[in-house]
């Protein structure tokens, strides 16, 4: 089955479309970022609503990680106000900030403990049917929140996932404009995610044709036009936003695997897109030693003649765009310290139930070691 619940609107200045969008609606909560606000379109979006006659509170200024400590102090706003549309306009940590509010709003006798995916031994408290819309404005090119049935929330230095269609955004406005104030850090951390989530959703076990199809057309913009759009290119950072977008249908069906799994489990480490790049090789190297099938077949798909090729170029670009082994972000004594216990959550992270090929505690470990000392 192939599952997309979101309507999305793309487009130069699509951001009007909002106030259509909102029609019917009395009161409006936006959770924005503080580059929205600081650049101005907080204001547009406010304005557009204000213009259809709904009443607008926002909330600016998210910190660049969505905790549940944040969730929690955050609640009660939105409680107080009661809107009847929540609205998120930032980057992914924003949007799945907005969705974790969503489940907590809409089901005030929930928590956070019963819904989170924590261990894919274990089952969550599934969750109900929820009411309130939501309405996804991305400002960063890489989570693919916009589209996507999770929720992605950082307590501690670990990250855990709340899933359920019932949080996909009813409708994603992507306008190319906003992303053109990315710093080129941003962009490339993100325009990194965004090859992750491709290439892991096309070798997923649940992929399908149809979700190959989205993750092809993905990793082939990175790969062409990733480093244009770090250095500020407009043309390359509108096909990398799209290219975010249709990466995160992709794993909206075919899930994710072992980059991932140890990403958010090393969210310590640094910026999401930049720990899942530095994993990315390793894992594909351990993988294609046991399953390389899937992989020499996007390696085709890309222009290259086999997964060997494909690899390589990653390896390449990760050079070229300076980034570096983990030990060049923390010290050994540092991830030595962390080792045992990222190994072991990362083992029972549900998305490794999708990677093409189960790996041992001892084996995660490694690609944690190799990934470190860069060897």
Not at 89 to 100: E, L
Not at 186 to 205: C, F, P, Q, T, W
């Amino acid at each position: 089955m192939f599952f997309l619940k979101t309507k999305i609107i793309e487009g130069r200045g699509s951001l009007e479309y909002l106030q259509k969008e909102a029609i019917g609606f009395e009161r409006a909560l936006i959770l924005a970022s503080s580059s929205m606000k600081r650049l101005g379109f907080l204001k547009e979006a406010e304005d557009y609503l204000r213009e259809g006659g709904v009443e607008v509170i926002s909330i600016a200024g998210l910190p660049p990680e969505p905790t549940k400590d944040v969730v929690d102090e955050f609640l009660p706003k939105v409680r107080e106000f009661s809107p009847e549309i929540l609205i998120a306009i930032g980057g992914g940590s924003v949007i799945d900030m907005a969705k974790a509010l969503k489940v907590f709003y809409d089901v005030p006798g929930i928590s956070f403990e019963e819904v989170a995916i924590k261990s894919r031994f274990s089952k969550p408290r599934p969750v109900p049917k929820l009411k309130t819309p939501l309405i996804a404005i991305p400002s960063t090119s890489g989570a693919g929140s916009e589209v996507s049935a999770a929720s992605v929330i950082k307590v501690g230095d670990v990250k855990y996932t709340i899933v359920t269609p019932e949080i996909a955004p009813e409708v994603a406005i992507l306008d190319p404009r906003l992303p053109e104030g990315m710093p080129p850090e941003v962009a490339r951390n993100s325009g990194m995610d965004v090859l992750v989530h491709a290439i892991e959703a096309y070798v997923s076990k649940a992929s399908s044709p149809f979700t190959d199809a989205m993750a092809v057309k993905a990793a082939k913009a990175v790969l062409e036009h990733l480093e244009e759009s770090i250095r500020g290119d407009k043309n390359a950072r509108e096909k990398i936003h799209y290219a975010a977008t249709m990466a995160g249908i992709a794993f909206l069906n075919a899930r994710l695997g072992l980059v991932h799994a140890m990403s958010h489990k090393a969210a310590w480490i640094g910026p999401h897109g930049l720990v899942n790049a530095i994993l990315l090789p390793y894992v594909m190297e351990y993988n294609m030693a046991r399953r390389r099938e899937k992989y020499d077949a996007l390696a085709r798909e890309l222009g290259f003649d086999n997964a060997e090729e494909l690899l390589e170029e990653i390896k390449a670009l990760n050079e070229r765009l300076g980034i570096g082994p983990i030990s060049s972000y923390v010290s050994e004594e540092e991830f030595l310290a962390k080792l045992d216990e990222m190994v072991e959550r990362a083992y029972e992270d549900p998305l490794v139930n999708f990677n093409p090929v189960e790996p041992r505690k001892e084996d995660i470990r490694r690609i944690y070691e190799r990934a470190f000392y860069g060897d």
